[in-house]
């Protein structure tokens, strides 16, 4: 009965191939959790979800995982716990781990990839990697400094404008001479506001960060999500 509102839009078989599907998901932060979220709660049932980090106490204002409760243990055990009480018959794969050049995820094995990773780098290299598998692609851009939740865009990863992260993931691989293999949906909005709070000190060694609503990681949240189903049912935009 899990499903019986799920089923009743999409019917028996549509169901069956959100249950059937293989997912991976890098990054169960602001973004990356709400769409873990969301895909459990629609019936996918195979779910990997990669992340390093452990809950921290700045954590609690957009982070689905992150409560007074929670801090300090691993983000992808959390959130594990919790998909398992939802679905206790999906398999929900936890592993704590970075995406680094050269790490074997085995990204052939999935049906969708999922790019919901902060670091420049790790993020480029990921939606290289991941381009050359055969699974379909989707990423969030930046979500911070944003309030507004109509601004929110789809779009493909070269049209995405507006978006400092985005423009930086494509100066970095034109000045590596390499692109993506193919295209790329991604979630991004064109809203940056500024800090009003950066001019206080993060402390020594530490980048000021940006401020974010739950509202705006959500939205980007369940739109990937969004997303990822249609093309599990065969829908793509």
């Known amino acids: 009965m899990i499903f019986a509102r799920t089923e009743r839009l999409i019917g028996p078989e549509g169901l069956a191939k959100l249950q059937g599907a293989r997912v991976i998901l890098f990054g169960v932060g602001g973004v990356g959790s709400w769409c873990a979220e969301a895909l459990v709660r629609s019936g996918v049932g195979h779910l990997t979800i990669v992340d390093p980090d452990c809950v921290d ?33 999906a398999q929900i794969e936890a592993l704590q781990e970075r ?35 055969h699974g379909a692609l989707f990423s969030s851009m930046g979500a ?17 404008r507006g978006c400092p992260l985005g423009s930086a993931l494509r100066k970095k691989m034109r000045q590596n001479q390499t692109l993506p293999s193919k295209p790329i949906l991604c979630v991004y909005d064109e809203e940056v506001l500024p800090n009003e709070g950066a001019h206080q000190d993060p ?15 959500g939205i980007f949240g369940f739109t990937l999500a969004g997303l990822v189903i249609e093309h599990i049912l065969g829908k793509d935009l």
Do not use: W
């Not at 957009?62 to 716990?81: D, H, M, S």
């Open 57 to 89: 106490v700045t954590n609690i204002n957009r982070q689905l995982p992150a409560t007074t409760a929670t801090v300090g243990r691993p983000k992808v055990q959390v959130l594990k716990e919790r998909l398992q009480e939802i679905n206790p018959s």
């Open 203 to 217: 402390g020594p060694g530490k980048a000021v960060a940006n401020g974010t609503f739950a509202h705006i990681t």
């Open 144 to 160: 911070a400094c944003k309030i507004d939740p109509t601004k929110v865009r789809v779009a493909e990863f070269f049209s995405v």
């Open 99 to 133: 995406y680094t050049l050269g790490a074997d995820f085995s990204l052939d094995n999935y049906d969708c990839i999922i790019d919901a990773i902060d670091s420049l780098t790790d993020k480029m290299n990921l939606l290289l990697e991941a381009s050359r598998a």
